[in-house]
């Protein structure tokens, strides 16, 4: 039997989704505890954190219909991943000094620009690097190691605040040390001169990808497709608030942990379910998704025990990143690969408006209803759009993939 475990992984795929390994231990460690030191010692609202967790996820996410366009242009995706990288490692310090909202505002802000900066090309190099067969796999292991990250940085966050005696400004420095880590490993990596390598984004040749043969790519289906994914984001319920969730059921010093649940769902239905899609169906997988999510979302909300809370929410998070793993791999086989970086930023910067939208609104009922209310809106956001993936008007097209042939003629 070809199970995914036995099936032997790209070097180079191995190599991109070590580095974002690396560079989820830094953010890991310093957004598992930044909600609580926003709560708890500059005493922000729910619905401000909410606020301010959406707005610089849409702003990362703006950032990368940019670095994605340009990174068609210039055919070179690693300078972005430096970038990002080398501006991420740079900020984190600022938040030791940052004793204000303003202060964290404006460092977040940084922040998640360099994220931004780097998300749409990396995701585009995987594809580029990727079998067409494969890319559900490809992006679902990318996303295991990525947020494997959250597992290993949220427990190394855990142990510098108990040694520090709970001092945010050194754990916020010390987010710094695996971004560093991370700019040094990418910086030996070698995209280029692979005999294997067949992919023209990979060839440093400029040229103009917003050519009409190319943009014949980005048509209805796409289109229908960031729909789809704009309103199964408008109930996902942000990792600041479930960590201060998790401080109703446990103490406040130990809701961090939220974080590595987080990690360890992500890490094992990730791979799975995008290998799963690449054989049963892309489309089928995203429904048992949004299933799955929509009863964890459930159980959240109608149960006040720890061990309940806490395994829901890996399973809630595991869910999320497989489908945002299946959506980027139904991207990349249905747009021309020319204008990959292009297609994969505005995918971000859909569900960025999204995710922006729905911090906010959790946020105020979270402030107004308690966060249970938060909890059934998010689950019913997830069964209505599991109805909606069943409309044949709309989504039947997006079950084939023969858009794969119209890209191979476009090239």
């Known amino acids: 039997m070809d199970l995914p475990s036995l099936r032997k992984i790209p070097k180079r795929i191995l190599l991109v989704a070590f580095y974002g390994f690396l560079l989820s231990i830094s ?59 080398a501006v991420a490692c740079l900020v984190k310090p600022v938040f030791s000094f940052a004793n204000s909202v303003a202060g964290v505002l404006a460092a977040e802000i940084l922040e998640r620009i360099g994220n931004g900066i780097q998300a749409s090309p990396r995701d585009a190099l995987l594809a580029d690097l ?47 040390i695996p971004a560093l880590i991370a700019f040094f490993f990418l910086a030996k ?29 980005l048509n209805l289906q796409f289109v229908t497709l960031m729909i789809f994914a704009f309103f199964c984001e408008l109930g996902h319920f942000g990792e600041a608030l479930m960590t201060i969730g998790a401080s109703r059921i446990v103490s406040p010093s130990f809701a961090g942990i939220t974080s590595a ?67 980027l791999s139904m991207i990349s086989e249905r747009i021309n690969p020319r204008l990959r970086g292009t297609a994969i930023g505005i995918f971000y910067c859909t569900i960025g408006l999204s995710y922006m939208l729905s911090s906010e609104i959790c946020g ?9 209310t ?21 989504f039947g097209k997006l079950q084939t993939t023969g858009v794969v042939s119209v890209i191979l003629e476009l090239n």
């Open 364 to 372: 105020l009922i979270c402030e107004n209803f308690g966060y249970e």
């Open 261 to 327: 649940f987080m990690g360890i769902g992500q890490i094992i239905f990730s791979y799975p379910i995008g290998w799963l899609s690449d054989r049963h169906g892309k489309l089928f997988l995203i429904r048992i998704c949004l299933f799955l999510a929509g009863i964890s979302y459930a159980l959240i909300a109608t149960s006040n025990n720890g061990f309940v809370y806490f395994f829901s929410v890996a399973v809630l998070c595991g869910q999320h990143a497989s489908i945002q793993a299946i959506f």
């Open 189 to 217: 990596i070698n995209m280029q001169g692979s005999k294997a390598i067949r992919i023209p984004n990979l060839i440093k040749k400029f040229e103009n990808p917003f050519k009409k043969k190319y943009l014949k790519s």
């Open 27 to 85: 953010t890991q460690m310093l957004y598992s505890h930044l909600a609580l030191f926003l709560k708890f010692d500059l005493n922000v609202t729910e619905s401000q954190i909410g606020w301010i967790d959406g707005f610089v996820e849409f702003l990362s996410y703006m950032i990368r219909i940019f670095s994605g366009m340009i990174s068609d242009c210039i055919c070179n995706r690693k300078l972005f991943l430096m970038i990002g990288c």
């Open 130 to 176: 990727s079998d067409k067969d494969r890319l559900g796999e490809s992006f679902g292991f990318a996303k295991s190691m990525k947020t494997m990250g959250a597992l290993v940085g949220a427990p190394i966050a855990l142990a510098i605040m108990y040694f520090s005696n709970g001092n945010y400004a050194v754990l916020f420095a010390a987010a710094s």
């Open 374 to 394: 938060a909890f059934l809106y998010s689950s019913m956001v997830c069964v209505l759009c599991l109805f909606a993936g069943f409309s044949k008007r709309f």
